[in-house]
């Protein structure tokens, strides 16, 4: 594995949504900073549960227990408090969800405006067009940014999303399954706009589609059954699996 | 199966006519049902609004909405001289207009509050027995909304009939439909939107009031305008709250007029039944301007 600098370091994290049963089996691993790295494995294994964990999403529902620590930095993100985490992690859900009551302008500084934060006008507005040129999304709305956002297509309601995220300035962006609910033309766009991306913002997607783990990511980790079974190079991964099942499930003999 | 025993099958019935009379005549017969009672029932709309219309129209001029019943011996001259009643239902609308704003004030925040609440613990057990609550005050009697709270108010808290005792009887008929109304259109509300606020780092009542209130506004003002047109002919209930009262009034310890209540009052008196009808119609029209206008808020409803 390379020896690019770390952002996150989870060590030893289990959670269970009901006490007897893990989702998440005692993980531990180091995330580096400015990569892609994929988590990917069969429905159920864990994925969404690890990726929600690392911005304490998780803790939503209500009987879940965790055990381990998540390290941004030097701090422990369960001894942080939510907002300040969420603020430094942000999110893009497997489904575009702008606000619907808001304008495509009021989604990006959604953040703000959510927190109380108030910012100059001359501000706002650089965020926003910032925030949307990083997506590529500025040159398709910049004559209807007071407009309500519903009339965008899927894809570029998604990048709409990754913008709202990006305005707050994350360190980190967790994408789960982000184009699982896009066309490919919708899909490769944001690929390129992730691979854009990384250059400031260390990013964790969860995906399905192992081809797309193959193309984008710098580093893989395959789970099943709330385990990390592997966790390398993409390229390594995919091409020299150490564990049979891994080999199993990116030959596609199941998942 | 054989396939091709299926295929002949489907020709025969297709050349055999059906039994006794034919698929087409059949079919014909009850679309002749359906548009009979179709027909029947907008038939009966259009009359009750046209005998309103019909009987009341005349009534209706600016003093119709400016001034005070006349008494009695008023109608009376005015009838036996031919010309219409003078006077009006100001003081109804007035007091009909106080008695649904004081209701609102109690019933919107509480009913908006409880809704929210269930929404937020919809699987906890004291939820549940909210619900089941919130289920039966709304199949309570109306007339036994109106003697609890003359127990309560009119006896204990103001010693007397008065708005506030109208406006809990009212409250307190709105609020099961608020209730309702707020929890089904938070429902409807996709879990990702307020994972998204969530996820921007927004505190928990920030979600609710900026996120969840706001996109869920037009099904919550649905719910408050139906409730407010529900009540709005409620006679039983104040009778044993407000009772009425023929001079306008502010005072929310005092008793107060109110359409449906006048319309009563008008129903008992031979001299005034033409005020029956412009009464009415004034009600009816009011209902169906808050109907159209919750539809119309309704039909603007977004995600
Ligand atoms: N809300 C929940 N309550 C109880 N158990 C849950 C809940 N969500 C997930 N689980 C369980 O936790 C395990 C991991 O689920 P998770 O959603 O993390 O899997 P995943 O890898 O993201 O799957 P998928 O690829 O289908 O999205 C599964 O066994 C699942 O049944
Ligand atoms: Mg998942």
């Known amino acids: 594995m390379n020896t690019d600098p770390s952002i996150l370091s989870i060590e030893n994290l289990s959670i269970a949504y009901d006490k007897d049963k893990l989702a998440v ?49 030097d701090e422990n993100i369960y001894d942080m408090s939510t907002i300040k985490l969420r603020r430094k992690v942000g999110m893009v859900f497997q489904r575009p969800n702008p606000f619907p009551t808001l304008s495509i302008y009021e989604n990006v500084i959604a953040g ?25 999304l500025w040159e398709e709305v910049k004559n209807s940014l007071h407009k309500k956002g519903n009339f965008l297509s899927g894809g570029q309601q998604q990048r709409l999303c990754i913008a709202r995220t990006l305005a707050f300035k994350p360190d980190v962006i967790l994408l789960d399954e982000p ?19 990384k250059q400031n913002y260390t990013i964790v997607l969860v995906t399905h589609n192992m081809t797309q783990a193959a193309r984008i990511s710098d580093n893989s980790m395959y789970m099943y059954l709330g385990e990390l079974i592997e966790y ?24 | ?55 009341g129209y005349h009534q209706i001029n600016w003093a119709f909405f400016s001034q005070t019943p006349p008494n009695t011996f008023e109608a ?20 009909s207009l106080y008695l649904v704003v004081i209701a609102s004030l109690i019933a919107i925040p509480l009913g908006l509050l409880i809704g929210i609440y269930l929404y937020e613990n919809s699987s906890k057990k004291y939820a549940g027995v909210i619900r089941d609550i919130t289920d039966i005050l709304q199949g309570v009697p109306s ?20 708005v506030l005792a109208g406006s809990v009887a009212l409250a307190l008929m709105m609020l099961p439909l608020i209730i309702r109304s707020t929890e089904e259109s938070l429902k409807m509300i996709p879990d990702t939107l307020k994972e998204a606020a969530i996820a921007l780092g927004t505190p928990y009542y920030k979600v609710i009031l900026r996120v969840l209130i706001p996109t869920s506004f037009t099904g919550l003002m649905t719910g408050i305008l139906l409730a407010i047109s529900r009540i709005l002919g409620e006679t039983a209930p104040l009778m044993l709250t407000t009772l009425g009262n023929p001079a306008i009034n502010w005072n929310i310890t005092k ?27 004034f009600l009816m029209g009011f209902v169906l301007i808050l109907n159209l206008l919750s539809k119309w808020i309704g039909a603007r409803r977004r995600i």
């Open chain 1, 112 to 136: 703000y405006k959510l927190n109380g934060i108030n910012l100059k006008r001359s501000e706002r507005d650089e965020i926003v067009e910032t925030s949307l040129k990083n997506v590529a």
């Open chain 2, 1 to 55: 199966m054989d396939k091709t025993n299926i295929l002949l099958d489907k020709k025969r019935t297709e050349i055999i006519p059906d039994s006794f009379i034919g698929r087409n005549a059949r079919n014909r017969l009850f679309l002749g049902v359906v548009i009979f009672f179709s027909v029947l029932t907008i038939s009966m709309v259009f009359l009750i609004i046209g005998t309103m219309l019909f009987k």
């Open chain 1, 25 to 73: 089996k005692n993980v531990s691993a180091t995330i580096k900073k400015n990569a892609i790295t994929a988590i990917m494995g069969p429905s159920g294994c864990g994925k969404t549960t690890l990726l929600r964990a690392i911005n304490r999403m998780h803790e939503l529902y209500p009987n879940i227990s965790t055990e381990g620590k998540i390290k941004l930095y």
């Open chain 2, 255 to 281: 008793p107060v007029g109110a359409v449906p209540l006048l319309i009563w009052q008008f129903y008992n008196d031979p001299n005034m039944v033409d005020l029956i009808w412009s009464s009415s119609l």
């Open chain 1, 232 to 255: 390398d190079e993409t390229t390594q991964i995919f091409t020299n699996p150490k564990h049979t099942s891994t080999q199993n499930y990116i030959t596609g003999r199941f998942g």
């Open chain 1, 179 to 197: 184009t699982s609910a896009l066309d490919p033309i919708a899909t490769a766009k944001i690929e390129d706009l992730l691979v854009d991306l």
């Open chain 2, 76 to 95: 009376m001259m005015a009838k036996s001289s031919g010309n219409i009643i003078p006077g009006g239902i100001v003081n109804g609308i007035l007091g």
């Open chain 2, 143 to 162: 007339i036994v909304i109106g003697l609890i709270v003359y127990l309560w108010v009119v006896v204990n808290v103001t010693k007397g009939y008065s």
